[in-house]
């Protein structure tokens, strides 16, 4: 803090930081800059521009700098040390919203710093920026509110310590060590949060042109920062921050060498070979024919769990997804993602696009079953998968422009017998996926851009695409 600063915490004592920080809980940006505005001694001069310059959505950092120079009372800066250096602490000021169910979920990823892939290559985890930022971080959730135009009008309700616990702790060094590999491989063009569980590459470049150089290969990258991710932020707001709130099992209940993933993967491969039927005796679950997530389920008792939610999973943002292939080595189905709004896509750009985004951030535990010569369902194994950055940027990207383009400019629609034809991307015009119905029937429809109503819609992976990313061994034997 520079000189002359009016103090009113110890700047040296998380605890007494963390205390002090109580003191905005419950004011919304605006109250807090009004309330400094009375103070004799700010730091700052008060100008008729600062609010209206802090209130611009488009001005990133913004509602932090405003919290760290109107209520701690201390000038912004972009110092790599943390921003109460004498007590390693950093602030981080963050959104979070309510759902239509009540429930409460990060807004966004949390930037903790930029990645400098020249550097970054020769620090070790604990010696890095990196841990220097995220290992004492004081978050201030605020909350998003779609209908608050004035974001100085949004409201702080949590402020609290936080610590990665020993748990996320081995998970987050492996991320690191996972991106910082993809770099020293010349790849750094290929990062992507799906590589990852908790920590991810996140891009961050003022503009979708911007690239940087990377110090194995010729090839500019994007910018990325190390950030933790939506769905981390999500299960430390809800299980660290929000106190009374109870957690999902945990996968890993005893102290392994194994890394997560192999972790995981050793627990079901103990099954490899079961059928459906024999799982369902040996884990107590009525065995019907065709039901829905059936196998799914059944992979969360592999994992012991009794529910449907893992903790490490929803930390990760890990989807599980099981693959069905035929005694001919083929998939039947498609994969389906969760139905697109016509008129919310067209105002989408792809570098913010939801199914971009979904992609990107996301990763996959396939878990491969395949029918035998009698038709029974064995399974043969797991593996996780996250979309290959190429595939993501280039047909994936593709596909989603010319989805946006026919909505654009209006979607031809034809009758043929009691069916109806559309000009959205076919399978048969791209080598990844497609897009296609996902109502429930003919009458589950969105209203189009012009006005017109259609049948829900929504992106999928084809199956000939997602058979090539099963490993060879889960197909074969």
């Known amino acids: ?62 509602l932090g700098e405003l919290i760290e120079e109107r209520f701690f009372h201390y000038a912004a800066n972009n110092d790599s040390q943390p921003d109460f250096d004498k007590a390693g602490v950093e602030l981080k000021v963050t959104p979070y919203k309510v759902n239509k169910n009540g429930s409460k979920s990060a807004k966004e990823r949390l930037i903790i710093t930029m990645i400098d892939y020249c550097n970054v290559i020769n620090e070790k985890f604990e010696e890095s920026h990196l841990w220097g930022k995220a290992q004492l971080i004081l978050l ?11 974001r100085l009008d949004y409201r702080i309700n949590y402020a609290k310590l936080f610590t990665p616990p020993a748990e996320d702790l081995k998970i987050i060094k492996h991320d690191y060590k996972i991106i910082i590999e ?137 989807v599980v997804k099981t693959i069905r292939i035929t005694n001919k080595n083929k998939i039947k189905e498609n994969m389906s993602f969760p139905n697109f709004k016509f008129k919310e896509l067209v105002e989408e750009e792809w570098e913010d696009s939801t199914f971009g985004n979904y992609l990107e951030e996301t990763r996959f535990l396939f878990v491969v079953y395949k029918f035998d010569d009698d038709n029974n369902l064995i399974l043969k194994g797991c593996q996780f998968w996250n979309i290959p950055y190429e595939d993501l940027e280039n047909q994936v990207k593709k596909v989603w422009k010319q989805t946006k383009k026919v909505l654009i400019e209006g979607l031809e629609i034809t009758q043929v017998g009691k069916q109806k034809r559309n000009n959205f991307p076919k399978k048969t015009d791209n080598a990844v996926c497609h897009v296609r119905p996902h109502g429930r029937n003919a009458e589950d429809v969105y209203e189009l851009p012009d006005g017109r109503v ?15 990313q099963i490993k060879r061994e889960l197909i074969e034997n």
């Open 182 to 318: 993809k770099i020293k491989a010349g790849k750094a063009h290929e990062l992507s949060e799906g590589d990852t569980m908790y920590l991810g590459a996140a891009p961050k470049a003022a503009t979708s042109k911007n690239r940087r150089k990377q110090p194995y290969s010729d090839e500019l990258a994007k910018p990325r920062a190390f950030a933790f991710k939506n769905s981390y932020m999500t299960y430390v707001l809800n299980n660290y921050i929000i106190s009374g709130k109870s957690t999902y099992e945990s996968i890993i209940k005893e102290s392994s060498e194994l890394s997560f993933e192999d972790y995981v993967m050793d627990k079901i491969d103990k099954y490899n070979g079961y059928s459906v039927g024999a799982l369902c005796k040996e884990f107590n679950v009525e065995y019907r024919k065709n039901p829905k997530n059936l196998e799914a389920m059944l992979a969360y008792r592999m994992l012991g769990i009794k529910g449907n939610h893992a903790e490490e999973f929803e930390k990760a943002n890990i």
């Open 1 to 62: 803090m520079s000189e002359g600063t009016k103090v009113f915490f110890d700047e040296c004592d998380p605890i007494s930081i963390e205390t002090y920080s109580q003191n905005m809980v419950g004011k919304t940006f605006a109250e807090i800059c009004d309330e400094d505005d009375r103070e004799k001694d700010s730091i700052l001069a008060e100008t008729s521009g600062y609010k209206a310059s802090h209130e611009n959505k488009k001005r990133k950092g913004g």
């Open 454 to 468: 259609y049948t829900k819609q929504c992106f999928w992976l084809n199956n000939d695409y997602i058979l090539k």
């Open 140 to 150: 201030v959730y605020y909350l998003y509110e779609k209908e608050i135009k004035n």
